[in-house]
């Protein structure tokens, strides 16, 4: 996926404090769900109707990557598939359990296909086979970073 252009990002995260002075002043990391264009923008339109308000990652991707892990209060700028900003979230709440004890509760809160855990399961396990960053890949006990979020602002809201 195009990374943001920064330009547009720092009009958007302009925008989104105007709506809400509350926001701090330093636009916060950009970035898209999935690894395909389609992907993102297909969770992204998920996050703007409202359906879903959780996201997992590998925690072996993190270490990998050496990116820092997500903390509750933080905020996102969400990225479509094109790069472009289109939504604000906070990060509530942040858990690391083993995969095969991610519940369904937070599996109905990411949204996708009939928000089953079993749907869950096999959706994420393909991802990871895929598109993991670390080499491990996956594991039926491998650590999941379970966020849950708040959409806060989105691209034509006031």
């Known amino acids: 996926m195009p990374p943001a252009d920064a330009a547009a990002v720092a009009g958007f995260w302009r925008d989104a ?8 002043e330093a636009a916060p990391e950009a970035w898209a769900f999935g690894a395909t264009r389609a992907h ?3 969770l992204l339109a ?12 590998s925690l072996w991707d993190y270490e990998a990557t050496g990116e820092a892990l997500p903390q509750a209060g933080e ?15 906070r990060t509530t709440q942040v858990q690391v359990v083993a995969f095969d004890e ?5 599996a109905r ?6 928000r089953s855990l079993r749907s869950w ?17 996956f594991a ?18 006031d």
């Open 17 to 24: 404090r105007a709506a809400h002075p509350e926001l701090p």
């Open 40 to 42: 993102a923008d297909g």
């Open 46 to 57: 998920l996050v703007r109707d409202g359906i879903k308000t959780a996201t997992a990652s």
């Open 75 to 89: 905020y996102s700028i969400i990225l479509d598939g094109a790069g472009a900003p289109r939504a604000v979230i």
């Open 102 to 106: 991610v519940s369904a509760e937070h």
């Open 109 to 114: 809160a990411e949204g996708e296909d009939d």
């Open 121 to 137: 399961r096999e959706i994420h396990e393909r991802y990871w086979r895929a598109h993991a960053e670390s080499s491990r890949g």
């Open 140 to 157: 039926p006990d491998m650590p999941v970073v379970c966020e849950r979020f708040e959409l806060v602002f989105q691209e034509g809201s």
